[in-house]
């Protein structure tokens, strides 16, 4: 039998990480409804982005565009978009093992793999493989577009230069607030988006001005392009890991809860042991005291 | 008057959403405007002062990096950042103006390209903000 004192400071203990998990759980789901907002915002630009994409690059001579430019591919570059902190499940994990697969598989097939990794949890787990190129660490709080402008520089220099001939983003997609999972974006070379809907392709093609000639506005698209893909991405991860630690936090308050329980019993279990042992003690005495 | 509809749209949500007179804005080309029932037309946006007339009142915006679609009487701004001429903190991008000041003439004297890119980037903003500030106050 554990003595009393020490399963009274366990229960202490226990219930003060409980109060932790439970104030993590509460900022977190105050954190999603923010990155949720940020979201929702970003919505309207991101919709009327793509629809300008697709009229535009429909009966684009793709070839002669950079970051269009297919090539036979001997470099795999993966951009790993992970949150910067820990304790939210297994949702950083998930996608690091995306990746890991994504990179052994590409590594089987004869190609070299390089690594961009945005968020601390990814830069930490790959840094020791030697092959990240480039980490942006402690950026998932607060980015903003600029932010994702600097890394799609980064990762559409190293394209066009030729050290890498694919590039594609492994991260994080919110489904709902129960369900994130790791998804794959292909990035570059930019593919000619497919028009949506045929009488809208239509009507846009012919009457059109354009300022300058469609491949120079192609130019200066396609690397904002880019950005809204990044931002999207991060914007995906930021929602998906306030939701994976709301559940994370939910969980491990509901087992604080079990774990005092039984702690709980326990220590009555000790107590009624401690009290029934004195009472022999009594007894015994008085007895011997009869004589 | 005939009036247009624009539409101001950022990574960070819709600016303006509103039926106007007019429409200035810093195209590839130098200066456009548009007016009601313009042609279908696809121009990028440089860093600048866009600038809208509604009830002869006069509005006006720094916008930066993006393109401008216009069809069906609607004209669309997608750019990365959009601020009112009057919101915008001029103490602010004074200092920012010198900040890029600064950097460009380092990155001139080291001749660093990528860097260079970035402060001229910067300098433009910076003074495109003073302007439509100084616009809006008039």
Known sequence: MPGLKDVKDKIEGVKKTSQITQAMNMVASAKLRGAQEKMEKFRPYNQKFAAAMSNLSAGMDAATLPLMEVRDVKTVELVIVTSDRGLCGSFNSNIISTAEKMMHRYEAEGKKVSLICVGKKGAQYFRKTGKVRAGFEDIMGTFQMFNAREISMNIAENFMAGDSDEVQVVYGKFHSVAVQKPEVLHLLPIRPVEAAEEDEKTEISGAYTFEPEPGEIMEVLLPLYMNVQIYHAMLEVGASEHAARMTAMDNATSACKDMIHELTQLYNKARQAAITSELMDIVGGAEALKG | ?138
Do not use: C, W
Not at chain 2, 40 to 54: A, D, M, Q, R, V
Not at chain 2, 85 to 99: C, F, P
Not at chain 2, 109 to 133: C, D, I, P, V
């Open chain 2, 1 to 138: 008057m005939a009036q247009i509809h624009l539409e101001v749209v950022t990574p960070t949500g819709p600016v303006v959403s509103d039926e106007v007179d007019i429409v200035t804005a810093p195209g590839h080309g130098g200066e456009f405007g548009v007016l009601a029932n313009h042609s279908p037309f696809l121009s990028t946006i440089k860093t600048g002062t866009l600038s809208y007339k509604k009830d002869k009142k006069d509005h006006y915006l720094m916008v930066s990096g993006g393109f401008t679609e216009v069809s069906n009487n609607r004209i669309t701004f997608l750019v990365e950042s959009a601020e009112f001429g009057q919101d915008i903190d001029v103490e602010r991008a004074m200092l920012a103006k010198e900040r890029a000041e600064k950097r460009l003439a380092e990155a001139l004297q080291k001749s660093e390209k990528l860097n260079r890119a970035r402060a001229e980037a910067a300098l433009q903003r910076a003074m495109a903000r003073l302007r439509a500030a100084e616009l809006a106050r008039q």
